[in-house]
Antibody, heavy 124, light 109 residues
Framework: EVQLVETGGGLIQPGGSLRLSCAAS????????MSWVRQAPGKGLEWVSV???????YYADSVKGRFTISRDNSKNTLYLQMNSLRAEDTAVYYC??????????????????WGKGTTVTVSS | SSELTQDPAVSVALGQTVRITCQGD??????ASWYQQKPGQAPVLVIY???NRPSGIPDRFSGSSSGNTASLTITGAQAEDEADYYC????????????FGGGTKLTVL
């Protein structure tokens, strides 16, 4: 069964660090695009970061320089290292598998597998 | 531009047809994907690409696109379709960043 399970969330003080993990089963993380998406309490979805199968990484402006996406191929696991955390980083963090396709004249991306999320609360 | 704009709320009578729209410059270059999210649950992909449904998604869900606008149509809305719906694409600036619309709360009356 294709599945993603996030762990590592919790309560952390402003300025602190946290590492989220996303363990995959039923497919190979390194062969896919993998994304992190977050949702602040009562708010909409916010794209956070993506790592391509080739290893390229991209970040939202709101987290660039503070968050790092990575993967461990031997563990088939995706990570999000979060440093210098702020109150506004409080959210449920989801990992998702992303696919890319093309249908003339456009390209498209879609997240077809999602984890259940892990909650990060940044508060003193 | 990195923005996708959705109406905050839409309502539909049970069994009727509803269209949820998403506007943004990036939609001239990328097809949107659409996600359904019910309270306390993770998002679920319902439409991707030109008009593709993942396995298990009812055929009452369909997608279309024109210019800078993508649309999600539910033909014959059911009570279980009441949820938040989000569109998503890549930022049109070519920086590989993703972007979500603000979401549309669908109420089935």
């Amino acid at each position: 069964e294709v599945q993603l399970v996030e762990t590592g969330g919790g309560l952390i003080q402003p300025g602190g660090s946290l590492r989220l993990s996303c363990a995959a089963s039923g497919f190979t993380v390194s062969s896919n695009y993998m994304s992190w998406v977050r949702q602040a309490p009562g708010k909409g979805l916010e794209w956070v970061s993506v790592i391509y199968s080739g290893g390229s990484t991209y970040y939202a402006d709101s987290v660039k320089g503070r968050f790092t996406i990575s993967r461990d191929n031997s563990k088939n696991t995706l990570y999000l290292q979060m440093n210098s955390l702020r109150a506004e980083d409080t959210a449920v963090y989801y990992c998702a598998r992303e696919k890319k396709g093309a249908a003339r004249p456009n390209y498209y991306y879609y997240m077809d597998v999602w984890g259940k999320g892990t909650t990060v609360t940044v508060s003193s | 531009s990195s923005e996708l704009t959705q109406d905050p709320a839409v309502s539909v009578a049970l069994g009727q047809t509803v269209r949820i729209t998403c506007q943004g410059d990036s939609l001239r270059s990328y097809y949107a994907s659409w996600y359904q999210q019910k309270p306390g649950q993770a998002p679920v992909l319902v439409i991707y690409g030109k008009n593709n449904r993942p396995s298990g998604i009812p055929d009452r869900f369909s997608g279309s696109s024109s210019g800078n606008t993508a649309s999600l149509t539910i033909t014959g809305a059911q009570a279980e379709d009441e949820a938040d719906y989000y569109c998503n694409s890549r930022d049109s600036s070519g920086n590989h960043r993703g972007v979500f619309g603000g979401g549309t709360k669908l109420t089935v009356l």
